[in-house]
């Protein structure tokens, strides 16, 4: 195969590795996902939060009703009991007053048992998310150090071929080069193939016996008449 033909090869070689370190980096896990999931761990802790100190509030005031609650029924069943009052009227009056009175704080108690219960599922939960974000959080400082390391090392890799690249095209035709950027863009990266028999690599359509001559004999670029590859004899000679 002809010299020029053999610097698009390596030309090809460094297109390839350029891509593949591409879609690499490209793959690579930056974190964004996992600070996506962090973020909504932290909205539902804020929320969990509110319901929390709001719950911690309503039962401050549950007590508080009851204790006032309490205290005046203590009062009424005093005023019941002492022998103060002796009126049937007044007596039955504050029998009542001392019953609703009762009925209240056994209601106001239930609500303070169902908020107790309701708190500790809560901080169980808030619990559990916060752990989770905490692991999360610890997970993402990794990721984003690999991504740091890895993607650091790629983009040098790249560089690297970059100029590589450009050496070697500068070595090559312009016209045959820019045939070669052509056929590679409509051909998913691979725009030259190295033939070892009768049949091209890119397409393993067989080549007719005139093109694998003149191949082998180096007169001028060849193509394959199936896919328009740029084709060179890398067979028996080497």
């Given at each position: 195969?002809?010299e020029?033909?053999?610097?698009?090869y390596?030309?090809?070689i460094?297109?390839?590795?350029?891509?593949?370190?591409?879609?690499?980096?490209?793959?690579?896990?930056t974190?964004?996902?996992?600070?996506?999931?962090?973020?909504?761990?932290?909205a539902?802790?804020?929320e969990?939060?509110?319901r929390?100190?709001?719950?911690?509030?309503?039962?401050?005031d549950?007590?508080?009703?009851?204790?006032?609650?309490?205290?005046k029924r203590?009062?009424?069943?005093?005023?019941?009991?002492?022998?103060?009052?002796?009126?049937?009227?007044?007596?039955?009056?504050?029998?009542g007053?001392?019953?609703?009175l009762g009925?209240?704080i056994?209601?106001?108690?239930?609500?303070l048992?169902e908020i107790?219960?309701?708190l500790?599922d809560?901080?169980?939960?808030?619990?559990?998310?916060?752990t989770?974000?905490?692991?999360?959080?610890?997970?993402v400082?990794?990721?984003r150090?690999?991504?740091?390391?890895?993607?650091?090392r790629?983009?040098?890799?790249?560089?690297?071929?970059?100029?590589e690249?450009?050496?070697?095209a500068?070595?090559?035709?312009?016209r045959?080069?820019?045939r070669?950027d052509q056929?590679?863009e409509?051909?998913?990266?691979?725009?030259?193939?190295?033939v070892?028999?009768?049949?091209?690599?890119?397409?393993?359509?067989?080549?007719?016996s005139?093109?694998?001559?003149?191949?082998?004999?180096?007169r001028?670029?060849?193509?394959?008449?199936?896919c328009?590859?740029?084709?060179f004899?890398g067979?028996?000679?080497?």
């Amino acid at each position: 195969m002809s010299e020029e033909l053999r610097i698009l090869y390596k030309v090809q070689i460094a297109d390839t590795e350029i891509a593949r370190r591409q879609q690499a980096l490209t793959e690579l896990d930056t974190g964004a996902e996992l600070e996506q999931e962090i973020a909504s761990l932290q909205a539902e802790l804020a929320e969990l939060g509110a319901r929390r100190e709001a719950l911690e509030n309503e039962t401050l005031d549950r007590e508080l009703e009851v204790k006032t609650l309490e205290e005046k029924r203590d009062r009424f069943q005093k005023q019941l009991y002492g022998g103060a009052v002796s009126n049937p009227r007044q007596l039955s009056d504050l029998q009542g007053e001392v019953a609703m009175l009762g009925r209240e704080i056994g209601k106001t108690e239930d609500r303070l048992l169902e908020i107790m219960e309701e708190l500790e599922d809560l901080r169980a939960e808030i619990a559990e998310r916060e752990t989770r974000t905490a692991e999360l959080t610890a997970t993402v400082e990794q990721v984003r150090k690999r991504y740091e390391t890895t993607g650091g090392r790629l983009r040098d890799e790249i560089a690297e071929l970059k100029a590589e690249r450009k050496q070697l095209a500068s070595q090559v035709n312009a016209r045959l080069l820019k045939r070669y950027d052509q056929i590679r863009e409509r051909s998913g990266g691979l725009a030259l193939v190295r033939v070892l028999d009768e049949t091209c690599p890119g397409c393993h359509i067989g080549l007719p016996s005139e093109t694998v001559k003149a191949m082998k004999a180096g007169r001028q670029v060849q193509h394959c008449d199936n896919c328009a590859r740029i084709l060179f004899w890398g067979g028996e000679e080497e």
